[in-house]
């Protein structure tokens, strides 16, 4: 009993007056339920650092054509894919040092930062009157845009350990939301003066800058959301450098004030030696790869001719088929991820979805011979089983890499996931339409004819995602006991 009385001063939280960690982690305490506030911020910031990834790809052919750089038009799109890309190359080199950053200097102001950065550069992007001002300002837009990586850390850090899959599910959803919404702006609003006449007259400012609209759109999202974030709280503990606090901080997230050998030795830890941090990664970029091959194989396929095995859909019918995959996505994100989570655990539901995923993306094929009305219900169904997988691995892989690293480390552990995510997204489109394409020419083949091929070579990648989310590959982070 007087063993039991000793402990108790240990055991209580201590907590650090200026230390803005700490006012959040006092605020966890004593409200034990969700801030809808802070799911909206996080929702808002991602949803402006991805809205400008997705929203150039329905116009970009048309831009590149006006810049007259082009030889012949068989050459337009040669051209596009280095203005795609150079955004996915600026990220690749700084979301590390972004990271970093977070870790040193806190989320918000990284946050603040990579908003300010679509405000500035995707305005710009948008009056690029030349081929290389629009790759320079999509490539520092890129660049200078590191908030996707702290952002999650941040989702983990701002909720209760029983919400975290909530905060998390909320960056995938708007993620997932702006890869939709993105694309519609740019489609709907790009050329407005051909599109909307008695709005938009001829030879004004819209003509002289055709794809400014939709930049526009999303640059003034961002600025009010700059706007917003001043108020939001910062989540990293800050006691003015001394070692002592900064143990008692990494020692708040999970109720002790006590720093065993165990948990200095992981404090002090390389995040390349952390294995189980680093199998997630390798599994990510795996899921990553595929899912951005598919998105690019889904949207070709769609719009194929029957004769080459696709659907013969309009970009109109596309673009209907990802709204409703679309909207499906953030309502199942934002209600029943975190309870199904919570019953099977991160790893255990990956596996789970990824299993189904396999004779799901197989049937597409077969789905194609439908026609009509039974076509359009049953491919939007697909479409939304196939989402909801994609992000339920994903947000469970995010799950596992911010729970397997402590909280000084967050900022730079989630800085290499963005970096080698990134990289896997950059050959991802390519690899998929060169498979699609090459599919299509051997639609008489004796062995999986047509788009069957594209479809089983999509599963080839997502069974070994599956088989790298088992042990020995996959590992799990050591739990530490008080003695």
């Known amino acids: 009993m007087e063993e039991d009385h000793m402990r108790e001063p240990l055991l209580e939280k201590q907590y650090f007056k200026d ?13 034990q339920g969700v801030s809808i506030t802070n799911l909206l911020v996080i929702w808002m910031v991602v949803l402006c650092s991805t809205l400008p990834a997705a929203s150039l790809f329905p116009f970009l052919y048309f831009m590149v054509k006006d810049f007259n750089i ?17 955004f996915m190359l600026g990220r690749t080199l700084t979301s590390v040092l972004w990271g970093i950053v977070s870790d040193r200097y806190g989320r918000k102001p990284v946050m603040i930062i990579g908003t300010i950065t679509v405000v500035i550069f995707n305005t710009l992007f948008g009056l690029s009157t030349s081929f290389w001002m629009a790759v320079i300002t999509r490539f520092l837009l890129g660049c200078l845009n590191g908030a996707i990586g702290p952002v999650k850390a941040y989702a983990t850090e ?15 959803a708007a993620w997932g939301t702006g890869l939709i919404i993105g694309p519609a702006l740019g489609g709907y609003l790009a050329q407005p003066v051909e599109k909307y006449p008695n709005i938009f007259p001829k030879d004004s400012f819209w003509d002289k800058f055709p794809y400014f609209l939709p930049c526009f759109i999303i640059s003034g999202l961002a600025f ?6 001043i108020w939001i709280p910062e989540t990293l503990h800050n006691h003015n450098g001394s070692n002592e606090s900064k143990d008692d901080a990494e020692t708040l997230e999970n109720g002790s004030n006590m720093v065993d050998k165990e948990k200095t030795v992981q404090k002090n830890e390389n995040l390349f030696m952390n294995w189980p941090f680093m199998s997630s990664i390798i599994v990510y970029c795996v899921f990553s790869l595929h899912d951005i091959a598919y998105q690019e194989v889904f949207s070709l396929w769609a719009v194929s001719p029957s004769r080459l095995g696709g659907l013969s859909f309009t970009t109109d019918d596309v673009g209907n088929v990802l709204s409703i995959s679309g909207l499906a996505l953030v309502i199942y994100q934002l209600t029943l991820y975190q309870y199904i989570e919570k019953v099977f655990g991160p790893v255990g539901i990956a596996r789970i979805t990824g299993f189904f995923s396999i004779p799901l993306l197989q049937s597409y094929p077969f789905i194609a011979m439908l026609s009509g009305i039974t076509l359009y219900i049953v491919i939007s169904i697909a479409s939304i089983m196939r989402n909801i997988i994609a992000v339920t691995i994903t947000t469970s892989l995010f799950l596992i890499q911010n729970q397997a690293v402590e909280q000084r480390q ?4 989630n800085g290499i996931c963005m970096t080698a995510m990134s990289f896997f997204k950059a050959i ?10 090459w599919s299509q020419k051997r639609m008489d083949a004796s062995f999986l004819p047509g788009t069957q091929m594209v479809f089983f070579s999509l599963n080839l990648v997502e069974g070994v995602g599956i088989l790298m989310m088992f042990k020995p590959f996959l590992g799990e982070k050591k739990k530490t006991h008080l003695v």
Not at 158 to 172: C, K, P, W
């Open 19 to 31: 230390c803005p960690g700490c006012k959040v982690e006092q605020a966890k305490e004593l409200n």
């Open 70 to 86: 082009a030889k012949s038009e068989a050459d337009i799109s040669y051209y596009a894919g280095y203005v795609g890309s150079s």
């Open 158 to 172: 701002l909720f209760r350990e029983e919400h975290q899959a909530l905060g998390l599910s909320t960056v995938s």
């Open 224 to 229: 009010l959301v700059v706007i917003g974030c």
């Open 410 to 413: 967050r900022g730079a552990a």
């Open 428 to 437: 991802g489109p390519a690899a998929g339409g060169t498979i699609l394409t």
